[in-house]
Antibody, heavy 120, light 107 residues
Framework: QVQLVESGGGVVQPGRSLRLSCAASGFTFSSYAIHWVRQAPGKGLEWVAVMSYDGTNKFYADSVRGRFTISRDNSKNTLYLQMNSLRAEDTAVYFC?????????????WGQGTLVTVSS | DIQMTQSPSSLSASVGDRVTITCRASQGINDDLAWFQQKPGKAPKSLIYAASSLQSGVPSKFSGSGSGTDFTLTINSLQPEDFATYYCQQYNRYPLTFGGGTKVEIK
């Protein structure tokens, strides 16, 4: 069965960096785009970034462009999110979600999420 | 960016009721719309894509309709496990955007 497992969350000071990972199994990872979506405490869902199946296309939300970098290693079935210059407003649960195609934007499976807390 | 507006933001319903949630896009998105269910402390679950197609394993009590700018999610015969927050999301163009959510509570 399809599984997405996020890791790397934690407490970090403003201005510092953190790298999240999303380990995938149960499907051909190299054939699908994968997204990051976040949810601030008590708030709704916010799309963050996507990388296409082969890594050639990536898109970001305005709120993270220039600070966050999405990448993937298809040999390890893993997606990453490098988060730099973190701000208090980046505090959220970060989910990875599998696209139904190359980067249609339509999700079918989600991971359980990893919590990032930006606080001094 | 395409704005997604859900209504109502919350509703109270009884077991066995039929519930309808609406979602409006700020511009036409064809049928590039999905619905998700989220329970407290859990990941969202994909319910519907292409406005009206059920994801694999989702019971037929859930149905979606609409095209262009106006969409609805209907839940028939509400059961205790259906009390959750529901989100719509457009994938017509990037950046992807979600509605603000509708919390379905027990009356």
């Amino acid at each position: 069965q399809v599984q997405l497992v996020e890791s790397g969350g934690g407490v970090v000071q403003p201005g510092r960096s953190l790298r999240l990972s999303c380990a995938a199994s149960g499907f051909t990872f190299s054939s699908y785009a994968i997204h990051w979506v976040r949810q601030a405490p008590g708030k709704g869902l916010e799309w963050v970034a996507v990388m296409s199946y082969d890594g050639t296309n990536k898109f970001y939300a305005d709120s993270v462009r220039g600070r966050f970098t999405i990448s993937r290693d298809n040999s390890k079935n893993t997606l990453y999110l490098q988060m730099n210059s973190l701000r208090a407003e980046d505090t959220a649960v970060y989910f990875c979600a599998k696209d139904t195609a190359r980067y249609s934007g339509c999700f079918d499976y989600w991971g359980q999420g990893t919590l990032v807390t930006v606080s001094s | 960016d395409i704005q997604m507006t859900q209504s109502p933001s919350s509703l109270s319903a009884s077991v066995g009721d039929r519930v309808t949630i609406t979602c409006r896009a700020s511009q036409g998105i064809n049928d590039d719309l999905a619905w998700f269910q989220q329970k407290p402390g859990k990941a969202p679950k994909s319910l519907i894509y292409a406005a009206s197609s059920l994801q694999s394993g989702v019971p037929s009590k859930f149905s979606g309709s609409g095209s262009g700018t106006d969409f609805t999610l209907t839940i028939n015969s509400l059961q205790p496990e259906d009390f959750a927050t529901y989100y719509c999301q457009q994938y017509n163009r990037y950046p992807l955007t979600f509605g603000g959510g509708t919390k379905v509570e027990i009356k």
